[in-house]
C-alpha cells in the first residue's frame, strides 16, 4: 500500500526520512516539558536574543532562497516537480511577506533558536527539492495525489494567513500585551494557524509523494501539536476568562 502512494525510497532517502521525523517528535515533546524554541511568547529574555522581527526574517529567508534556487538547479522535471518547487518557495516567500508586513512584534528572539529553526527550514527544504529531484525518471505512484495537495496547500497557506492577520489586529503598534485572540477558528482552538499549517506541509508532502516528503509533514504535525499544547496551557494561566471550551489544535477535539 505505501508502494502505492509514495515512490520508492531509497535506504538513505529512509535513513534522513526516520531522523528527520525523530527530531521533530523530540523537539515537539521537549515543549511540553518547558524546553521551548525561544520565540513569541515563549521568548527568553535572560539569552543572547535578536530583534523578533529580525530573528523571524532570517529563519525564512534560506528556505525561500533554497525554493527559488531550484528552479535555476533544476530547470528540467515532470510537472510533480514544478509543483513541489513553486509550493515550497510560495510558502517561505509568504511567511516572509507576512514578517515584514503583516506581524507585529513587540520582543525579542533567542539567537540560539533562530539558528535552529533557520538550519531546519533549510534543511528540510532543500533535502525535500533534492528528493524530488532523484524520483525523475521513476515510475509514478499507482495512487496519483499531486492535485488534491495543491487544493490542500492552497487552503493550508490562505487560512494560515487570515489566522495570522486577525492575530496582527489583536495588538496596537508597540504594545507588548497578549489577549485573547477572536474570530475565524479562534473561536474553537487557539492555534488555527498551526492546524492550517500542517494542512499546508500535507499538502506539499502529498504533492511530491516521497517518503521523505510525508516524515516532514508528520513531524510538523507532531512539533506543532505539542506546541499548541502549551499555548493553550500558556493562555490559561495568563487569562481568568479564557474559554475553556477553546481546544489547542483540533476543534472539540484537541
Not at 4 to 30: E, K, N, Y
Not at 231 to 250: C, G, H, M, N, T
Request: proline residues 5%; charged residues 15%; positive net charge.
Amino acid at each position: 500500500m505505501l508502494l502505492q502512494i509514495v515512490f520508492p525510497p531509497t535506504l538513505l532517502h529512509t535513513a534522513a526520512s526516520v531522523f528527520t521525523l525523530i527530531s521533530m517528535a523530540i523537539l515537539g515533546l521537549l515543549e511540553t516539558g518547558g524546553i521551548h524554541l525561544q520565540y513569541s511568547k515563549f521568548s527568553n529574555t535572560t539569552r543572547i536574543n535578536v530583534p523578533s522581527r529580525v530573528g523571524m526574517f532570517l529563519i525564512y529567508a534560506p528556505a525561500f532562497l533554497a525554493g527559488l534556487a531550484s528552479f535555476w538547479l533544476f530547470p528540467h522535471g515532470d510537472v510533480r516537480f514544478l509543483f513541489l518547487k513553486s509550493a515550497i518557495t510560495i510558502h517561505f516567500f509568504k511567511r516572509i511577506l507576512e514578517v515584514l508586513f503583516v506581524h507585529k512584534f513587540s520582543g525579542v528572539m533567542g539567537l540560539e533558536s533562530t539558528i535552529v529553526i533557520l538550519g531546519t527550514y533549510f534543511t528540510l527544504s532543500s533535502i525535500m527539492i533534492y528528493a524530488q529531484q532523484l524520483t525523475q525518471g521513476l515510475p509514478e505512484p499507482s495512487i496519483d495525489l499531486k492535485y488534491p495537495g495543491i487544493v490542500l496547500f492552497l487552503i493550508g497557506i490562505s487560512g494560515n494567513f487570515y489566522h495570522h492577520y486577525l492575530l496582527s489586529k489583536l495588538r496596537a503598534k508597540g504594545s507588548k500585551d497578549y489577549k485573547i485572540p477572536r474570530g475565524g477558528l479562534f473561536e474553537l482552538v487557539i492555534c488555527p494557524h498551526y492546524l492550517f499549517e500542517i494542512l499546508g506541509f500535507l499538502g506539499m508532502s502529498l504533492i511530491s509523494q516521497t517518503l521523505y516528503s510525508f516524515s516532514v509533514s508528520l513531524g510538523s504535525a507532531m512539533y506543532l501539536t505539542c506546541r499548541s499544547y502549551v499555548s493553550r496551557r500558556w493562555y490559561l494561566s495568563k487569562f481568568e476568562d479564557f474559554p475553556k471550551q477553546v481546544k489547542a489544535l483540533i476543534p472539540y477535539v484537541f
